[in-house]
């Protein structure tokens, strides 16, 4: 990987199409096509400062500044004590409807929770007017971060009317699984999604600085008989989940 990032940074250098006189910019494109051309893969390591520096023979200096960029916008991720990584990235197609531990599970990936919130309590007028339910109705709310291996992925609410699901500790990771064990698994759904900037709480649950870019999604989930199952409102990493539609002419 060394060599091609060194070919591509030389590339660079020679090609006046794409002259930068900015040795930390040009070394941050390099990084970026040889990603994108795939001549490195997700979860690889970047070498180190020390052997950019040297291959490339720039400073640290400047080795250093094109990583931090690039770790700015998402591309790498750096562990502390290990290097720096292309950053993985999840793509979740929009045309089926799963759930987070089933996408991450597909992916070979262990999902896992850290709940906030495991309770019954009566509708807010918001839920009430998302779940069609009735003023006084009990719900089911669940409050957690979403865990793919020991990377926090998303923040997630869910509420669930506890007629349709009476205890909330039947939920441990997946949600639509417990639902599915109650036979009122949601067969269809209807999604809005906005980006965001994360807020001081949602950076520090996530792992990420405050205003890093994120994905927010509110979801409503209904049943063979049109009944709404399920209202969730849910916060991702936009540097992690890529979301992707099919779209076909009439």
Not at 7 to 34: F, G, S, V
Not at 37 to 49: K, M, V
Not at 54 to 82: D, F, P, W
Not at 142 to 154: F, I, K, M, S, T
């Amino acid at each position: 990987m060394e060599a091609a990032l060194t070919n591509e940074y030389r590339r660079i250098c020679q090609d006046p199409a794409t002259h930068q006189p900015l040795a930390y910019l040009r070394l941050r494109r390099a990084i970026r096509n040889i990603v994108e051309h795939r001549d490195i893969e997700p979860g690889q390591a970047l070498p180190s400062e020390r052997d950019l520096s040297q291959a490339l023979k720039l400073s640290r200096v400047t080795v250093r500044k094109a990583i931090a960029g690039l770790v700015e916008e998402g591309l790498l991720t750096q562990r502390h004590g290990a290097g720096t990584f292309i950053a993985e990235r999840i793509v979740k197609p929009m045309s089926r409807l799963t759930s987070f531990t089933e996408d991450l599970r597909e992916r070979g990936l262990h999902p896992r929770s850290e709940f906030f919130e495991r309770g019954i309590g009566e509708v807010t007028p918001e839920e009430s007017m998302a779940l069609n339910l009735s003023p006084g109705s009990l719900v089911v709310r669940l409050h957690r971060v979403r865990y793919g291996q020991d990377e926090p992925l998303a923040i997630e609410r869910s509420v669930v009317p506890a007629s349709v699901l009476p205890d909330p500790l039947l939920v441990h990771d997946s949600l639509y699984e417990a639902l599915e064990k109650l036979d009122a698994r949601p067969r269809r759904a209807l999604q809005r999604l906005r980006a965001v900037l994360l807020n001081a709480q949602q950076a520090r649950l996530l792992h990420v600085n405050v205003g890093s870019a994120g994905l927010s999604i509110e979801r409503r989930s209904f049943l063979d008989d049109g009944r709404v199952v399920e209202f969730t409102c849910s916060w991702y990493r936009g540097d992690i989940y890529d979301f992707v539609a099919e779209l076909q002419t009439d």
